[in-house]
């Protein structure tokens, strides 16, 4: 065989290897494993020490997810069922199929409305507070203390991180958004309009000073086209959203934050091509929670005695 052959076989095996790598990079391989470079401690128990103890009586928590919930909350993956049975919650949720009109399948930033601002809400948050079955596997404390939910905790899933418009949109009256009720997958699920669902919201939670309601930032995507709006989004609901609302029965989990390791990819991935969260990162986010809810909920238990 001459030169030429080999010069040949050289250049397409430098191709290949270049686009291998730029596949690697463009799906955050490269993020994950510096992320899991970055992970310490053994996130396989909970004897972690918070800044605020955990409730003296059990409090009845419901969580509205899908399938990124179930994985988090599962004793085979995120073990965030058990910590929280450590920790004094007496734990239920919601899922596909769920509530009245099957309510539990919607979980976009746009259903939100649906659930607490729409026509039908008052029929959907009676059903949320009185629930107290299980609808996926996870540990939880035996025996249920009675009477209603009083942390209600929801998160949109990966899909809803693919926000479209830009972050300098203005941020248009209740009235005239059309994402009200849509999924994430309409033309109008941008910055701007998803900004407009939540700043709405607190219409409601402000008259349900007797809940405690936890936000659960969408998880992030290895795809790059709507990180930066992704990570724009979530900045201003973790930072800004809040800053004029009065009451403390309103907080937001930065899980967004937790999964991309401080940038606005997934660090980790489950899978090639799977943008559900890893054990690992929801093992993290376990981690972080328990700390987070103990101090939420001691707050707002003291700003209501």
């Not at 992970?39 to 409090?59: H, K, L, M």
């Not at 746009?110 to 008052?122: A, E, I, K, V, Y």
């Not at 700043?199 to 790059?224: C, G, H």
């Not at 004029?244 to 997934?266: A, C, E, I, Q, S």
Request: charge should be negative.
């Amino acid at each position: 065989m001459n030169k030429k052959f080999y010069f040949i076989i050289f250049v397409i095996l430098i191709v290949c290897i270049s686009g291998i790598v730029g596949l690697l990079f463009y799906y955050g391989y490269f993020d994950h494993q510096e992320a899991n470079n970055n992970v310490e401690g053994n996130y396989d128990t909970f004897n972690i020490s918070s800044n605020a103890t955990p409730p003296s009586t059990p409090v009845k928590l419901i969580f509205i997810h899908h399938s990124t919930g179930e994985n988090w909350l599962s004793d085979e993956n995120g073990q965030l069922g058990k910590a929280l049975q450590e920790n004094n919650y007496y734990l239920s949720d919601t899922n596909y199929g769920w509530g009245p009109d099957s309510i539990g399948d919607l979980t976009d930033i746009g259903h939100w409305w649906l659930w607490f601002r729409g026509p039908d809400s008052s029929k959907y948050t009676d059903a949320l507070y009185a629930e107290s079955n299980q609808n996926c596997e996870y540990s939880r404390l035996a025996n249920d203390p009675g009477g209603e939910n009083e942390i209600i905790m929801f998160k949109s899933c990966f899909p809803n991180s693919a926000l479209q418009g830009s972050s300098s949109d203005p941020v248009p009256s209740i009235t005239s958004n059309p994402l009200k009720g849509e999924s994430c997958d309409s033309e109008f699920h941008t910055v701007a309009n998803a900004k407009g669902i939540y700043i709405d919201l607190l219409e409601y939670f402000k008259t349900r000073q007797d809940k405690l309601f936890i936000v659960v930032t969408a998880p992030p995507l290895s795809d790059p086209t709507y990180a930066d709006n992704a990570h724009s989004f979530n900045q201003w609901l973790v930072n800004d959203w809040l800053k004029d609302y009065p009451y403390k029965n309103v907080v937001v989990f930065d899980y967004y934050n937790v999964l991309t390791n401080g940038g606005n990819r997934l660090a980790y991935p489950s899978g090639w091509g799977d943008d559900h969260p890893s054990q690992e990162g929801n093992l993290k986010a376990t981690s972080e929670f328990i700390n987070f809810i103990n101090n939420a909920y001691s707050e707002w238990k003291s700003e209501n005695s």
